[in-house]
């Protein structure tokens, strides 16, 4: 194998991680701007989303399995932010995030006891677990491109709700001026259960996709959710499509670490870089210091 | 309304800190044996301490719907660590000084069982652990001894079965977890020796989500002939899936951490192939009648898989050597004074356990000798013996 | 207002004499155990609710900090030096009584570095590593200083796992005991159980009377107004940035320091005190303790530290966790100790009508 091709393979690599990290960071943001809320139980509904579809797949064909889990978990999103943020709007936003953290234990510890320890998986979607597929030489998973294909298809979707849809546009104003959009005539509270709901929903989607390559476990959600992050920063908090492409940075970034550095150090790399970019241009590589959807937390 | 609830809260509290249960220890006839047993039944070892405590469990109330030992019940007083060392030394003190249990079995993992080794040994209490690392015993403290095969066992077959197969360069990979390490420690140390040349050796992180970019590494180094992974899931099902995807088509071999038929279903068609060592537990059904092993872990599957609706797995039969041999002890000491026990112990011969024929001795306190282990491979999605 | 906080320190220190007796009394001795681990515990605690409750930041790294003051001594006082006998600074070092020659279980000749000198190389690093972390993070307005530590606590977290040094994943073991004073001895020994327990709760209370003074000084006024104003704070010219990291950098010293403490104690130390869960706990316990509430602090996290280390949850442990800290944040932001004594006091009022009004808060 050349090194024109171990250097594609690597990139592959690190798309292969960098999409996971993409679409978990994607719901990070959502939740983010709607509310201002760092949301630390975003990996849980990941782990939701695949703990629940593999049960589903069990009875029901694959696809009405991950339509299920998806639902149901965007519905929990949306019945935890009634429970616990509706309340709160008079708290800072500290409380809250210290919630979603309360939150992200208790729904790990619920889920341990609900189901049980073992790593479970769907099945691969196209293909199983020894095909891959050829590009210049270097080899990817076809759910890779799964993840991939979902990744784009919730972009595209998710800037044209909140481009053109009368629910989006309301959702960015809430985004950028939480009193002005309240003072012009905005159910801010409703809003902010449906950024729940859908950020759920991405998460619980990206979880059915990833189940196959990462499998599933109670407590895989606590790493995501902390890469996730970590992605959403790089990309700067609150712009999605910096979500994608900090993700896809930080998996590249750890791929190309393992070819240089030893592989027991390529966490440490990804987060010191983050703290580089956290102090030298706090607004993530793709936010602008004062553009739209960067508020302060 | 709201404050009351606290008041109310704060008062039980408290009240639940005072009545704290006082242990009064007495040796009267149908006084129940006392048997502590710390497991990671939680936490990122949980894999190790659930199967554990679940059999545990079982076997005390078999024992115990038998009539006991020496006339009297056993009382199993399990504590769940979650893989924290502060938290076993905590329980190891408690079952210690409050419970006055007469043996620990546990705990789950060797970075926890490495805190409470001098702890145990200074208090002369007997401790039973179910980790695997070599360190436990060796040096050989007076007080503890350990139930699954030694890793560097397992290194053994691993490289015997390279010679046969002419592989003398390999790449080794770990998890960040103890069990990686351990693994990692012995295979470095025992290659030379063996001839084996370790030409990339990498650590990866335990929740790994993909593990494509080491392996591109591996496959990027010239003249690697096989793989060595040292791990538990879902790493291991992860890294042979990566190989097949990569076209990387050389032996992998695994630890016997791979030691449940759901990680050969979970890694699918990637697991074919897959060499490595484990005891006979998985492969029961094909053990001749001869084997003395084949009476015990029949039973013991059959047991466990009606009672918990899931597969048998190796953890599980560390928790089932340990409790066996304690209670061995007992039974051939007649006694439950603790340092007749521990003597007991130290003089099991041929005591048949699920890992293998335990023969202990004052200087090996695993009693497992090599031949605890078989080399096994994964044909048609199930794990089978390997044959030559 | 300085004689109440004489009788508070009073109350605590005879609730913990209090308690030592009364399981002297009741042959319950043993439970001192687990209430010395959960007094280190609760200093840093404490110290993190100094950062949360006066400068309104939140950390989540100080499992980080606790782990790198843990290690450090961990490392240091059981690695042996004696290959390095002959260089000059090893010789210098020893001059300066750094090292101490000794056997070790086996009986083989080793040089290790004295607990004292651990001690302060474990403060001095914690120091610097808080410096770097805090003074970019803090510069920032908003809660980077959460992302950076966050951050900081998995890089920790990250490379005592993958470090043979630092044990890997098993941790370090056979920790020496630390003769602190002569008399003073911290260790886990049976024998030494009670001594160790005051040892703790000495420590605990001279924290706290610290802290106490420092907030009612004129640091802890600055630090209050930028708590509830920042903007404000900064108009009237408090450098609010330094306010802000020095008291990271307190706490941060204070979570190292019980690490040195809590390692001597246990004898030993693994990685697990640095991930993230940990952090995350000391933040539950922080807000469960109504976070600028020090007492109120100290007095939550020991409590429920001990019931966690005693057993008391069982596998539900981290669901108890996650539960308080949710319960307690949505009905008592400001903890449950603040209401509960008002409640306590409005009962005493109406028991004694001619007691007149309940007076306001501390």
């Given amino acids: 194998m050349g090194s024109g091709d171990l250097i594609l393979q690597y990139l592959l690599s690190g798309i292969t991680k960098g999409s996971i990290y993409a679409i978990v960071a994607i719901g990070f943001n959502l939740i983010f701007s709607a509310t201002g809320v760092l949301n630390f139980a975003q990996g849980e509904f990941v782990m939701l989303g695949g703990m629940i579809a593999v049960t589903l797949s069990f009875y029901v064909p694959l696809p009405v399995a991950i339509t299920g889990a998806v639902i149901l978990v965007a519905l929990i999103g949306c019945l935890l932010e009634v429970l616990f943020f509706r309340r709160l709007r008079r708290h800072s936003i500290m409380h809250m995030v210290i919630i979603t953290i309360g939150l992200s234990i208790v729904i790990q510890e619920i889920a341990l006891h609900l189901w049980d320890e073992k790593v479970r998986s769907l099945p691969y979607f196209t293909g199983k677990e020894i095909s891959s597929v050829a590009v210049f030489g270097a080899t990817i998973s076809p759910q890779v491109l799964w993840v991939l294909g979902t990744v784009a298809v919730v972009f595209v979707l998710l800037h044209a709700f909140l481009r053109y849809s009368l629910q989006g546009r309301a959702m960015r104003a809430c985004s950028s001026n939480p009193e002005a959009a309240m003072l012009s005539g905005i159910n801010i509270a409703n809003l902010r259960t449906l950024s729940f709901g859908l950020s759920a929903g991405i998460g619980a989607l990206a979880g059915c996709v990833i189940s196959p390559i990462t499998m599933t476990q109670y407590e895989m959600g606590g790493p995501l959710a902390i890469k996730g992050f970590a992605a959403a920063i790089l990309g700067g908090l609150g712009n999605p499509m910096g979500a994608v492409a ?23 790399t990804a987060f010191a870089v983050l703290l580089l970019v956290l102090f030298v241009r706090p607004q993530g590589l793709f936010g602008s210091p004062t553009g739209d959807g960067v508020r302060e937390f | 309304m709201k404050k ?385 | ?199 703790a709760c000495g420590l605990v209370l001279a924290v706290l009377l610290l802290l106490q003074n420092l907030v009612h000084s004129r640091v802890g006024r600055a630090l209050l107004a930028i708590h509830d104003r920042e903007t404000a704070a900064n108009a009237m010219g408090i450098n609010t940035a330094s306010y802000k990291l020095r008291a990271f950098v307190l706490s941060a010293i204070l979570a190292a320091a019980a690490g040195v403490f809590f390692t001597h104690y246990t004898g030993g130390i693994g990685p697990s005190e640095a991930s993230a869960l940990k952090s995350v706990r000391y933040v539950a316990l922080a807000a469960a303790g109504g976070m600028a509430n020090l007492w109120g602090v100290a007095v939550i996290s020991t409590l429920i530290n001990y019931l966690s280390l005693r057993d008391w949850f069982g596998s539900y442990d981290n669901a108890v966790f996650g539960t308080m800290l949710i319960v307690i944040i949505s009905i008592a932001p400001e903890g449950p100790l603040k209401p509960l004594g008002m409640a306590v006091r409005r009962v005493f009022f109406r028991l004694r009508p001619s007691g007149g009004k309940p007076h306001g808060a501390a």
């Fill in chain 1, 246 to 268: 900090g993700g896809l940075l930080v998996g590249v970034l750890e791929a190309f670490s393992v070819s240089k550095l030893p592989a027991a150090y390529n966490d440490v």
């Fill in chain 3, 1 to 199: 207002m300085k004689l109440r906080r004489f009788i508070v320190v009073l109350l605590l220190l005879a609730a913990m004499v209090g308690v030592q007796i009364f399981l002297r009394a009741t042959g319950q001795e043993f439970c001192l155990t687990q209430l010395t681990m959960a007094l280190y515990y609760a200093l840093v605690v404490i110290g993190l609710g100094l950062v949360m409750g006066y400068a309104g930041q939140v950390s989540l790294g100080h499992g980080g900090f606790f782990a790198i003051g843990g290690y450090t001594t961990a490392v240091l006082t059981t690695r042996d030096f004696s290959p390095f006998k002959d260089t000059a600074w090893v010789g210098l070092l020893k001059a300066a009584h750094v090292f101490v020659a000794k056997e070790d279980l086996f009986g083989a000749q080793v040089m290790v570095v004295t607990p004292w000198a651990a001690f302060l190389a474990a403060m001095a690093l914690t120091a610097v590593v808080a410096v770097l972390i805090g003074y970019p993070a803090l510069r920032l307005k908003g809660h980077y200083l959460a992302m950076a530590t966050l951050g900081f606590g998995l890089i920790v977290y990250k490379i005592l796992l993958g470090s043979t040094v630092t044990g890997a994943a098993d941790g370090i073991t056979s920790v020496p005991e630390w003769s602190l004073f002569g008399v003073l001895t911290v260790s886990g020994k049976t024998a030494l159980r009670v001594q160790n327990y005051y040892i």
């Fill in chain 2, 4 to 388: 009351l609830v606290l008041v109310g809260l704060g008062a039980c509290l408290v009240g639940m800190l005072l009545c704290m249960p006082t242990a009064v220890a007495a040796e009267k006839k149908g006084e129940p044996i006392k048997i502590g047993a710390i497991f990671s039944v939680t936490g990122p070892a949980s894999f190790l301490g659930a199967p554990e405590e679940k059999t545990a469990k079982m076997l005390v109330e078999k024992l115990n719907k038998e009539g006991g030992l020496l006339g009297r019940p056993v009382e199993l007083i399990i504590k769940d660590s979650a893989g924290s060392p502060e938290k076993a030394v905590s329980f190891a003190k408690q079952l210690i000084e409050e419970e006055k249990v007469l043996a620990i079995i546990g705990p789950s993992t060797s970075g926890e069982t490495m805190q409470i080794k001098n702890l145990c040994e200074e208090n002369k209490m007997i401790l039973v652990s179910c980790a695997a690392a070599e360190v436990i015993v060796n040096p050989v403290a007076k007080y503890v001894f350990k139930t699954p095969q030694k890793d560097s066992q397992a290194v053994t077959w691993i490289f015997n079965t390279m010679k046969e197969k002419g592989i003398s360069k390999v790449a080794m990979l770990s998890s960040n977890d103890g069990f990686g390490s351990a693994g990692k420690k012995q295979v470095e140390g025992m290659a030379a020796a063996a001839g084996i040349e370790i030409l990339c050796n990498e650590v990866y992180d335990k929740q790994a989500t993909d593990l494509t970019d080491i392996l591109t590494k591996v496959k990027g180094t010239a003249g690697v002939q096989a793989v060595i992974n040292w791990s538990i899931v879902p790493a291991q099902s992860i890294v042979a899936k990566n190989m097949k995807q990569l076209g990387l088509n050389i032996p992998l071999f695994q630890s016997h951490g791979f030691g449940n038929p759901k990680y050969a279903a979970a890694a699918g068609e990637a697991a074919e192939g897959t060499l490595f060592p484990a005891g006979r537990l998985l492969v029961v059904d094909e053990l001749a009648d001869s084997n003395p092993q084949k009476k015990v872990l029949a039973a013991y599957k059959k047991d466990y898989e009606a009672l918990y609706k899931e597969d048998v797995s190796t953890f599980g039969g560390h928790g089932y050597d340990a409790v066996l041999i304690v209670t061995e002890a007992i039974k051939k000491a007649n006694s439950t004074d603790r340092d007749k026990v521990r003597d007991a112990i130290e003089n099991l011969k041929g005591l048949v356990g699920t890992a293998g024929v335990f023969n202990m001795t004052p200087q090996d306190h695993t009693g497992l000798a090599l031949d605890a282990f078989e080399m096994m491979t994964v044909k048609g999605g199930k794990i089978t013996l390997y044959k030559k």
